[in-house]
Nanobody, 126 residues
Framework: QVQLVESGGGSVQAGASLRLSCAASARNFSRYGMGWFRQAPGKEREFVATISWSATFTYYAESVKGRFTISRDNAKNMMYLVMNSLKPEDTALYYC???????????????????WGQGTQVTVSS
């Protein structure tokens, strides 16, 4: 049974930084591609960043490129999202997601992720 738990969200001023964490209870965590998505009130869930099993491949949404950094620590079953220069438009519920067992690749498509956390709220005020 895969469980994902996000943490690290909060309320900050524009320009501040946050680090989100995703703790996974999956066996063989290193075999899974992972991703971060977000959903703002009244909007659809959107892709933020994704990382392959070995972290050799990462991909970002244009809106966060250069400001956000995705990483993972396979020894600790953890994934992270460092968010710098936060903007009010980054306000959303942030979710971590995991690919199916044995799918090592990264993906920007939410439909390729069967496992999701409950989300952590990020609020950025101007």
């Amino acid at each position: 049974q895969v469980q994902l738990v996000e943490s690290g969200g909060g309320s900050v001023q524009a320009g501040a930084s946050l680090r989100l964490s995703c703790a996974a209870s999956a066996r063989n965590f290193s075999r899974y591609g992972m991703g971060w998505f977000r959903q703002a009130p009244g909007k659809e869930r959107e892709f933020v960043a994704t990382i392959s099993w070995s972290a050799t491949f990462t991909y970002y949404a244009e809106s966060v490129k250069g400001r956000f950094t995705i990483s993972r620590d396979n020894a600790k079953n953890m994934m992270y999202l460092v968010m710098n220069s936060l903007k009010p438009e980054d306000t959303a519920l942030y979710y971590c997601a995991m690919k199916p067992a044995g799918d090592y690749s990264a993906s920007q498509y939410s439909t390729t992720y069967p496992y999701w956390g409950q989300g952590t709220q990020v609020t950025v005020s101007s």
